[in-house]
């Protein structure tokens, strides 16, 4: 792939850490992210992967250690935090997206309402993403019209509308038939080739193996073990790796 990664990280998390209550979910995590670079997150249920990929946008805010998004610490709350966000697409399992406007409505909405651009300019932004991502001829339905497969790509064109500097993708596919499955990954592939800063946290092993830079393996809100794809499946380190790929590689 003709991608261009820089030395200086987008994305850096120093000794995060996160409780709900009594549990620990994130234990002393550190990850560097380098612009250009598609990192993605794999590990068992309950392991910390999604609490990890909210944090980077601080959809989860975290108890200590820091995170720095593009140079400047991630910021606690009001204007300077909405601004982090409009910078960080986010796609989630379910496609929140609003179902009593088009489709085309509802990927113009971020970057009319919260960057206050031209209607005219982001029209035109809206349907060559809906373009991209295949979608196009159903600018004018509503989601509840769509099949979910359609909806996560129209949710995923609502997220590049803001121009995202980096995307995190957390389980995406997840609630998707398994038909549908495929068409998502195409676009997230198609993005990862082009460049796209990710963080994907899936269940996707060939995706894993085929568009990421990096495979972060995560246990038990530790991050375990990383490596490049071919080197993470064909020969993991740790116990703990070894076991979960034995368990999803038999299948």
Not at 25 to 42: C, F, H, P, Q, T
Not at 164 to 180: H, I, Q, V
């Amino acid at each position: 792939m003709g991608r261009m990664m820089t030395n200086e990280p987008l994305i850096v998390l120093s000794g995060v850490n996160k409780w709900f209550g009594e549990l620990h979910v994130l234990k002393d995590v550190n990850l560097s992210i380098a612009r250009g670079e598609v990192v993605v997150v794999i590990g068992p249920s309950g392991s910390g992967k999604s609490t990890l990929c909210r944090a980077i946008n601080r959809l989860e805010p975290i108890n200590n250690g820091e995170i720095v998004f593009d140079g400047t610490r991630l910021p606690e709350e009001g204007r300077p935090l909405a601004r982090l966000r409009s910078e960080v697409g986010m796609v989630f399992q379910s496609f929140n997206l609003f179902a009593h406007k088009t489709i085309l409505e509802n990927v113009m909405l971020g970057p009319v309402k919260v960057r206050k651009e031209k209607s005219d300019v982001v029209r035109q932004r809206a349907m060559s993403l809906l373009d991209r991502v295949g979608i196009a001829a159903q600018a004018q339905k509503y989601p509840a019209q769509l099949s979910g497969g359609q909806q996560q790509r129209a949710a995923i064109a609502r997220a590049l509308a803001m121009q995202p500097k980096a995307m995190l993708f957390d389980e995406p596919t997840s609630a998707l038939d398994p038909e549908m499955v495929g068409e998502v990954l195409d676009v997230m592939t198609g993005l990862a080739s082009e460049g796209m800063t990710m963080v994907v946290v899936t269940h996707e092993m060939g995706f894993a193996r085929h568009a990421a830079n990096r495979v972060v393996f995560m246990a038990d809100g530790q991050l375990v073990e990383e490596a490049d794809p071919k080197t993470f499946f064909a020969n993991p380190r740790t116990d703990r790796a070894k076991d979960f790929l034995s368990k999803i590689l038999t299948h």
